[in-house]
């Protein structure tokens, strides 16, 4: 599966922005997606997750009430829908597949990764 996300852009706190992550070589169907994130200087971070029939989401507290994650499997891809965005958010975020049917936080249980995008909020 290759991932390849997209969206990102810089905007002013309170802003919102999209994020998509379209997949190609396999059907998504079969993946639930989660998106992550890394801030310069800091760990990776897991932010949201969905199953694969999309049922289900998880999130980061940090992000839970201002992010929601969605997907069309027709299409192939998933969203990140970022709202009431902060510097906070500043980050590289990332797309990635993970075989399992139900939404994961654990990065390790995720096999496919995109390249990342880059978000920035400024104050």
């Known amino acids: 599966v290759q991932l390849q996300a997209s969206g990102g852009g810089l905007v002013q706190a309170g802003d919102s922005l999209r994020l998509s992550c379209a997949a190609s070589?396999?059907?998504?169907?079969?993946?639930?997606m989660g998106w992550f994130r890394q801030a310069p200087g800091k760990e990776r971070e897991f932010v949201a997750a969905?199953?694969?029939?999309?049922?289900?989401?998880i999130y980061a507290d940090s992000v839970k009430g201002r992010f929601t994650a969605s997907r069309d499997n027709a299409k192939n891809t998933v969203y990140l829908q970022m709202n009431s965005l902060s510097p906070d958010d500043t980050a590289l975020y990332y797309c990635?597949?993970?075989?399992?049917?139900?939404?994961?936080?654990?990065?390790?249980?995720?096999?496919?990764w995109g390249q990342g995008t880059q978000v920035t909020v400024s104050s």
């Open positions: 990635a597949a993970s075989s399992s049917s139900r939404p994961v936080g654990a990065a390790e249980r995720y096999r496919y």
């Open positions: 969905i199953s694969w029939s999309g049922d289900s989401t």
């Open positions: 070589g396999r059907n998504l169907r079969s993946y639930s």
